[in-house]
Every structure is written in structure tokens, then in C-alpha cells.
């Protein structure tokens, strides 16, 4: 069974959770979530909470109101910590959580010392807990099941992500290739050919500018392939801006 509650110390609000009991911590310390943070009173026998992350928070972005909601939280379930003043909490990343099989039940390493962070708090705070445990709620839950489904959609996304910046890199070269050709496309219209063209034509009697079918159709080409070329770089743009 897994304790749920709900933080609206920012916005939009995120989870936090606990187990039941030390053998319900075991389950979560295996089948955490990469975004997870746990909390634990420093020193003390205490619950082991968890907040989830949303995607644009991370662990050292973590608001401090957030931090406090945890801590809070973490201190009152806690034999001892709860009747304690200035208590230290400590917290890290699920994925700086290390077991090892000499551990007892509950009991929990770092990987890394750097990682784990420390928060004081000087006393119990009952608005905060009473906000809380209003969004109390208690599930059983396929801890493994969750992470799985949870690993799948983050694949799909990668997939896709992938798939994208392929596409983007292709209409990149696209459009180089365009750029390029739209570069050659303006030797046909140099001065010194511009010149040739309406001497060729000139009438000195009536000054009528005769210009060669075969200029105007290399005009016309011209157009005809600069406005391909300009529904391509639209259509490029569209779905860069889509994505």
C-alpha cells in the first residue's frame, strides 16, 4: 500500500508519496521513478516520502515551498522527529538511492554524498499538514507494473523526438540545396545577359525593346521553379513550427 498526498505549493500540484511500512519502502527504493526525490529525517527512524517531478522541474530547480511541503510532511511521520524542534532533513534523487544486500529492510545508501542536500526544519507546521492530508489518499499499487508503463511512454517519446530531428535535418538539407540552386538560378539574370538581350532587340527607329522568345522562356522556367522552390521552404517552416 502506498500514502498519497497532493502539494499545491506551486502550480500546477504534484505528488508526493510514501509507504506504509519499512517493507512497502523496499518496493518503492526498487521501483522508483527517475524524477523521484526522496526525503528522509536526518538521523531518525522516519517515513521515506517521495516527490515526482514534473518534466520542467528538476532536482536542483526544486522551489524551496516544495522542499518545505516534503520536509513537513517527512517530520511528522516520524516516532521521534515529530516531537522534536530543528530537525535536519535530508534529500536526494531515487536514482542516488543505493541498496545493498547487507542492508536491513528499509535501510538505504547514496551513490553519490554530493547529491544528497540537506533542509532544516524549526518546527511542526499544521497549515501545511492539514492541507496535506486533505488530498490523503491510500492505494495498492503494481509498483513495477507503473514504473514499466511509465518507461514505455518515455521510449515512445524518445522514438519520436528521434524521428523528428531526422525529418528537421532532412528539410535542412533541403533546403541548403534549394539555396543553392536559387543561387545559379540568378546567372540567367546578370547584367551583361540583361544587355545582350535588349541590343539584340534595340530599334533605334521606334526604341522598342525586343526581348528573345528564348530569354522569356528561361524567364518564365525561372519563375515557375522560384515559386516551387518558395512552397517548399513554406511547407519546411510549417512543420518545424507544428512539431
Known sequence: MVIKFTSTAIDPPVLLYMGVDKFENEKLIRWGWPEDVWFHVDKLSSAHVYVRLPPHITFDTMPESLMIDCAQLVKAN??????????????????????????????????DDKRVRKIKVEKKNNDILNRLNKTKV????????????RDAKERQKQRQKQK????????DKEAKERENRIRSYEDVFT???????????????????????SFIQQSLLLISLLCCELLAIFKQYYFILSS
Open 78 to 111: 516520524s516516532i521521534q522527529g515529530c516531537k522534536m524542534n530543528n530537525i535536519e532533513v535530508v534529500f536526494t534523487p531515487w536514482e542516488n538511492l543505493k541498496k545493498t544486500g547487507d542492508m536491513d529492510v528499509g535501510q538505504i545508501g547514496f551513490k
Open 138 to 149: 491510500t492505494e495498492d499499487i503494481d509498483y513495477q507494473a507503473e514504473r514499466e508503463q
Open 164 to 171: 523528428e530531428m531526422k525529418e528537421i535535418e532532412k528539410l
Open 191 to 213: 547584367e551583361e545577359n540583361l544587355r545582350e538581350a535588349n541590343e539584340r532587340g534595340n530599334d533605334s527607329d521606334d526604341f522598342i525593346c525586343f526581348i528573345e522568345p
